[in-house]
């Protein structure tokens, strides 16, 4: 397995636009975890799925920020309209049997809003 | 919630020394601890991880200790090599869950050759 796959790697988008952010989870992982990287707040988890039903969005920032898992395959998030402050590392992770399990990190999506 | 505490936030050694580094958790319910490395622009990735029903665990140069009683776990590295040099991540579930982990803030650990 190539491991969980994110795109883009780097994204730069004005202030207002739309920006979507993808995920692939490695194939038979059940949970998938969005978290995001700032300096200044460190790795803050956003939103989990199991078997691809959001379970916790509590870390979700504001409802600019909206998260989709339309298959074992594949997840979005998007943020609608971006701001300056925004901007971050985002990674998704993946993991067979949730938090008490390894967690398998994607490369992460570094967002610049400008 | 779980809150996790990190520390040292930095952390400089020579080549070869002992590092080590401290978290406490609170929530009592906590059962899972892995400790993550994350080298300079790369992904976060598990190097050691420790279940409640266990003090302490070995691999290699890097063990980590639990205290469930006072909350706390540790991470230690020994004879230290300047590929070490990374920022490393605790984490602990958020509280029986198991479905979730609080990282905490993490250290940047640095080894002088």
């Known amino acids: 397995d190539a491991g969980v796959i994110q795109s883009p790697r780097h994204e730069v988008t004005e202030m207002g636009q739309e920006v979507t952010l993808r995920c692939k989870p490695i194939?038979?992982?059940?949970?998938l975890f969005w978290y995001r990287q700032t300096m200044m707040r460190g790795l803050e988890l956003l939103i989990y799925?199991?078997?691809?039903?959001?379970?916790?969005d509590s870390g979700m920032p504001e409802d600019r920020f909206s998260a989709k898992m339309p298959n074992a395959s594949f997840s979005t998030l998007k943020i609608q309209p971006s701001e300056p402050r925004d901007s971050a590392v985002y990674f998704c992770?993946?993991?067979f049997g949730g938090g008490n399990t390894e967690a398998f990190f994607g490369q992460g999506t570094r967002l610049t809003v400008v | 919630g779980e809150n996790v505490e990190q520390h040292p936030s930095t952390l400089s050694v020579q080549e070869g020394d002992s590092a080590v580094i401290k978290c406490t958790y609170s929530?009592?319910?906590?059962?899972?601890f892995p400790w993550y490395k994350q080298e300079l622009g790369k992904r976060p990735q598990l190097i050691i991880d420790?279940?409640?029903?266990?003090g302490e665990k070995k691999d290699q140069r890097i063990a980590v200790t639990l205290n469930k009683t006072a909350k706390h776990f540790s991470l230690h590295i020994t004879e230290t090599q300047p590929e070490d040099s990374a920022v490393y991540f605790c984490?602990?579930?958020?509280?029986?869950?198991?479905?979730?982990?609080?990282f905490g803030s993490g250290t940047r650990l640095l080894v002088r050759p």
């Open positions: 992770a993946s993991s």
């Open positions: 194939s038979g992982h059940d949970y």
């Open positions: 799925f199991n078997n691809n039903v959001p379970i916790d």
């Open positions: 929530d009592s319910a906590s059962n899972y």
């Open positions: 420790i279940r409640s029903n266990v």
């Open positions: 984490a602990a579930t958020d509280g029986d869950s198991s479905y979730k982990l609080i």
